[in-house]
């Protein structure tokens, strides 16, 4: 029987929590065993209604916004004060298929160098990028994530398969550079062996960073098609909009420092200068704020 800790991050939009808990509910836990920790990043926000209706899981309070990385880390930490096995990181905007927990730790027992698996993504249906392109049959098959992709030469992360339908062609078994923060399954071990979510990021990159953590100690890093879950992509950080300029911006140069080659390195410190020159404004004060290494929740 093996034990699996859920933790799911709570900012906004409780509608769209309360549909996540639903679906954990319905979950075939065949072997399984789950305990479900529901962080509440937000101290404006009141779950009440929810702590009525999922007596069983477990509410946890930061007491202020601690971003993606130090509000998971806050539920992480409580999971694997225990017994669990595994922690299975989700978005709260996320629904899943019932056999996504089973296929993931199914995958997992076959190598124990295996230390952090994703399932297949999917847009929940009407939340595509690019709604105009499909046809009502496709909607809920459009792929979100099937797979991470790093271009080392670029410093650039991305999905593979997003905006295609699938049809299959993405449902091998197979390591990959990076598995999304939006729903990770991770080996207990990999957290007592490199730490939790680096909470210098607060918010983008952080999973890409602690997945290239985990590799460098030895770890295996899957994508497991057989598990899928589907993402209600909001959109509440846009390409463009400050949060996303900032973030990505800042955290693209941190974790390019640490893990790129020399001359990389020199290409993104050039790149840095020039968006110092021509970039959106919030675009600058993320390459000064790396530069004066202010990270965390920085000047946002």
Same mark, same amino acid.
């Given at each position: 029987m093996?034990?699996?800790?859920? *933790? =799911? &991050?709570h900012?906004?939009g409780?509608?769209?929590t309360? *549909?996540?808990?639903?679906?954990?509910?319905k979950?075939? %836990?065949?072997?399984?065993?789950? $305990?479900?920790f529901? *962080?509440?990043?937000?101290?404006?926000e009141?779950?009440n209604s929810l702590k009525? $209706?999922?007596k069983?899981?477990?509410?946890?309070?930061?007491?202020?916004?601690?971003?993606?990385?130090?509000?998971?880390n806050? +539920? =992480?930490?409580?999971? =694997?004060?225990?017994k669990?096995?595994?922690v299975?990181v989700i978005?709260?905007d996320?629904?899943?298929?019932?056999d996504? %927990?089973?296929? &993931?730790?199914? #995958?997992s027992?076959?190598?124990?160098?295996?230390?952090?698996?994703?399932?297949?993504?999917?847009?929940?249906?009407?939340?595509e990028?690019?709604?105009e392109?499909?046809?009502?049959?496709?909607?809920g098959?459009?792929?979100?994530?099937?797979?991470?992709?790093?271009?080392w030469?670029?410093?650039?992360?991305?999905h593979?398969?997003?905006?295609?339908v699938?049809?299959g062609?993405?449902?091998t !078994?197979?390591? @990959?550079?990076? *598995?999304? +923060?939006? #729903?990770?399954l991770?080996?207990k071990?990999v957290?007592?062996?490199?730490?939790?979510?680096?909470?210098?990021?607060?918010?983008y990159?952080?999973d890409?960073?602690?997945?290239?953590?985990?590799?460098k100690?030895?770890?295996?890093?899957?994508f497991?098609?057989?598990?899928k &879950?589907?993402? #209600?992509?909001a959109g509440?950080?846009?390409?463009?909009g400050?949060?996303?300029?900032?973030?990505? @911006?800042?955290n693209?140069? %941190?974790?390019?420092?640490?893990y790129a080659d !020399?001359?990389?390195?020199?290409? %993104?410190v050039?790149?840095?200068?020039?968006? &110092?020159?021509?970039?959106?404004?919030?675009q600058?004060?993320?390459?000064?704020?790396?530069?004066?290494?202010?990270?965390?929740q920085?000047? !946002?």
């Amino acid at each position: 029987m093996k034990e699996i800790s859920i *933790v =799911i &991050l709570h900012f906004s939009g409780r509608e769209q929590t309360e *549909v996540c808990l639903d679906s954990i509910k319905k979950l075939n %836990l065949k072997d399984l065993e789950i $305990k479900v920790f529901v *962080v509440n990043n937000n101290p404006k926000e009141n779950l009440n209604s929810l702590k009525r $209706k999922f007596k069983e899981f477990v509410f946890l309070e930061t007491g202020k916004n601690l971003g993606y990385a130090g509000g998971n880390n806050v +539920g =992480i930490k409580k999971a =694997i004060s225990g017994k669990s096995d595994f922690v299975f990181v989700i978005n709260n905007d996320t629904f899943l298929d019932k056999d996504a %927990l089973t296929e &993931l730790v199914k #995958a997992s027992v076959s190598d124990e160098k295996i230390g952090i698996l994703g399932p297949k993504i999917y847009f929940a249906p009407g939340y595509e990028f690019h709604k105009e392109r499909y046809q009502a049959k496709d909607k809920g098959k459009v792929i979100w994530y099937a797979g991470g992709l790093i271009d080392w030469q670029n410093v650039v992360s991305s999905h593979r398969g997003v905006d295609e339908v699938d049809h299959g062609q993405y449902d091998t !078994l197979i390591e @990959t550079d990076f *598995v999304s +923060g939006c #729903a990770m399954l991770v080996r207990k071990e990999v957290f007592q062996k490199i730490g939790f979510f680096d909470e210098r990021f607060f918010l983008y990159w952080e999973d890409v960073d602690f997945c290239q953590r985990a590799k460098k100690v030895g770890f295996k890093i899957m994508f497991v098609p057989q598990a899928k &879950l589907w993402h #209600a992509n909001a959109g509440s950080s846009e390409v463009g909009g400050k949060i996303h300029d900032y973030y990505m @911006t800042r955290n693209r140069l %941190l974790f390019g420092m640490r893990y790129a080659d !020399l001359r990389t390195k020199i290409a %993104l410190v050039r790149q840095s200068f020039k968006i &110092l020159r021509q970039g959106r404004l919030w675009q600058k004060i993320g390459v000064k704020d790396f530069y004066l290494k202010k990270f965390g929740q920085g000047s !946002l």
